[in-house]
């Protein structure tokens, strides 16, 4: 048994968790199961005010400090109160790295979703948008050059590479996919063409794109209908723009959705939609293709390699191409058919059992690691007393 310490920004109970947090804390709940003790060191969520301590899953979550004040109560706990309780520590960087590297000796891993580059002039005020950019540019690269990365994907393992990190200390673990766990029962399409967004409502994932090109596609597909669920920081200003434009009547906002309306909207809907401006990998295209809907994006760095263009669904260069690879699936049943079968087979390959035995192999791989350094030093050091 192992006792893993996770450094994460947030947890699934979050109100803004994404992609990432269901990524550790699937990964993490295996662990538990293979019979490792698993604490994660998280943000609080101000508005919810969650527990400060609680077991999820197994998993013992440990809540302190806010978006950016989370960083300096990880080292203050980890020195008082965490590091004589860990074998292990994953540090988890969300853009910016929780710098264990500084102040913990203990074997450890980086795990990275995708490198945020231009996102954080996009997403964070000045300064703290020039203060992530060159952290992830040149600290972070810099403070763990000798430390084993873990990845999401190939496109982030490539950007990270860019880095200068050396390739053989950098992992790719697939997201997995929960493909026994599809809903049991079995739903029909919507009667009416319909185009979903599901997930996280950031300036980056620019959901407001969607808005904007809707008229276009009703010029198209005229009853056509856009569904929005989810939640996020600009989930207020594209709501607002909905109301305002001419064509809100065709729009849903539907806000969070529990786990059983998730999969009833993705296997319902006709198409999913993800106009962000990159992705890690992009999970939710996953999700949904499990439900065997295709799906259209940007081709931009994670989402041109979770989507299998003309096979899983399609990518677009622009947004008149975006435009047109929607209307052409909701067109064409046939197509939307084949894509599909095609989605599902591949969304099933993905596993969140294979995905934690191999994240637990790299982590077990650096405690032995970091056993036989201490040998050599003792060695070393008998041989000069001697």
């Given at each position: 048994m192992k006792r893993?310490?996770?450094?994460?920004?947030r947890?699934?109970?979050?109100?803004?968790?994404?992609?990432?947090?269901?990524y550790?804390?699937?990964?993490?709940?295996?662990w538990?199961?293979m019979?490792?003790?698993?604490?994660?060191?998280?943000?609080q969520?101000?508005n919810?005010?969650?527990?400060?301590?609680e077991?999820?899953?197994g998993i013992r979550?440990?809540?302190?400090?806010?978006?950016f004040?989370?960083?300096?109560?990880?080292?203050?706990?980890?020195?008082?109160?965490?590091?004589?309780?860990?074998d292990?520590?994953?540090?988890?960087?969300?853009?910016?790295?929780?710098?264990?590297?500084?102040?913990?000796?203990?074997p450890k891993?980086?795990?990275v979703?995708?490198i945020?580059?231009?996102?954080?002039?996009?997403?964070?005020?000045f300064?703290?948008d020039?203060?992530g950019?060159i952290?992830?540019?040149?600290?972070?690269?810099?403070?763990?050059?000798g430390i084993?990365?873990?990845?999401?994907?190939?496109?982030?393992?490539n950007?990270v590479?860019?880095?200068g990190?050396?390739?053989?200390?950098?992992?790719v673990?697939?997201?997995?996919?929960n493909?026994n766990?599809?809903?049991?029962?079995s739903?029909s399409k919507?009667?009416h063409?319909t185009?979903?967004y599901l997930?996280?409502?950031?300036?980056?994932?620019?959901?407001?794109?969607?808005?904007?090109?809707?008229?276009?596609?009703i010029?198209?597909?005229p009853?056509?209908?856009?569904?929005?669920?989810?939640w996020?920081?600009?989930?207020?200003?594209?709501?607002?723009?909905?109301?305002?434009s001419?064509?809100?009547?065709?729009?849903?906002?539907?806000?969070?959705v529990?786990e059983s309306e998730?999969?009833?909207?993705?296997?319902?809907?006709?198409?999913f939609?993800?106009?962000?401006?990159n992705?890690?990998?992009?999970?939710s295209?996953?999700?949904a293709?499990?439900?065997?809907?295709?799906?259209?994006?940007?081709r931009v760095?994670?989402?041109?390699?979770?989507?299998?263009?003309g096979k899983?669904?399609?990518?677009?260069?622009n947004?008149?191409?975006?435009?047109d690879c929607i209307?052409r699936?909701?067109?064409?049943?046939?197509?939307?058919?084949?894509?599909?079968?095609?989605?599902?087979?591949?969304?099933?390959?993905?596993?969140w059992?294979?995905?934690?035995?191999?994240?637990?192999e790299?982590?077990?791989?650096q405690?032995s690691?970091?056993?036989e350094?201490?040998?050599?030093?003792?060695?070393?050091?008998?041989f000069?007393?001697?």
């Amino acid at each position: 048994m192992k006792r893993i310490l996770i450094f994460n920004w947030r947890d699934i109970k979050h109100e803004w968790a994404g992609g990432g947090e269901v990524y550790i804390h699937e990964l993490a709940k295996r662990w538990v199961k293979m019979g490792n003790e698993v604490t994660l060191f998280c943000g609080q969520d101000i508005n919810r005010k969650l527990p400060g301590e609680e077991i999820i899953d197994g998993i013992r979550v440990v809540r302190r400090g806010g978006r950016f004040s989370v960083y300096l109560w990880a080292v203050w706990y980890y020195v008082s109160r965490l590091r004589k309780m860990c074998d292990i520590v994953v540090d988890v960087q969300n853009g910016i790295p929780f710098f264990t590297v500084l102040y913990s000796r203990k074997p450890k891993i980086a795990v990275v979703y995708h490198i945020h580059d231009q996102q954080f002039f996009i997403e964070l005020p000045f300064p703290y948008d020039w203060i992530g950019y060159i952290t992830e540019k040149y600290v972070f690269p810099f403070l763990y050059k000798g430390i084993h990365i873990q990845v999401i994907s190939i496109t982030t393992k490539n950007d990270v590479l860019k880095r200068g990190i050396d390739p053989h200390h950098v992992h790719v673990v697939h997201c997995g996919m929960n493909g026994n766990r599809v809903a049991k029962t079995s739903y029909s399409k919507f009667a009416h063409p319909t185009i979903l967004y599901l997930g996280r409502i950031k300036k980056y994932k620019r959901v407001e794109t969607l808005v904007h090109i809707l008229p276009a596609i009703i010029k198209r597909i005229p009853n056509v209908h856009l569904m929005i669920a989810g939640w996020g920081t600009e989930a207020s200003s594209v709501t607002d723009l909905s109301m305002r434009s001419n064509v809100r009547k065709r729009i849903h906002i539907i806000g969070p959705v529990s786990e059983s309306e998730k999969k009833r909207l993705l296997q319902k809907s006709w198409v999913f939609v993800n106009p962000s401006m990159n992705e890690g990998w992009g999970i939710s295209v996953i999700e949904a293709n499990l439900y065997g809907t295709p799906a259209v994006a940007f081709r931009v760095r994670g989402l041109s390699e979770s989507i299998l263009h003309g096979k899983t669904g399609l990518l677009a260069n622009n947004e008149n191409e975006f435009i047109d690879c929607i209307v052409r699936l909701l067109s064409n049943q046939k197509l939307r058919d084949i894509l599909g079968v095609n989605a599902r087979r591949r969304a099933i390959e993905f596993s969140w059992d294979k995905a934690a035995c191999e994240s637990l192999e790299l982590l077990l791989l650096q405690v032995s690691k970091n056993i036989e350094k201490q040998k050599n030093f003792r060695w070393i050091g008998a041989f000069t007393n001697d």
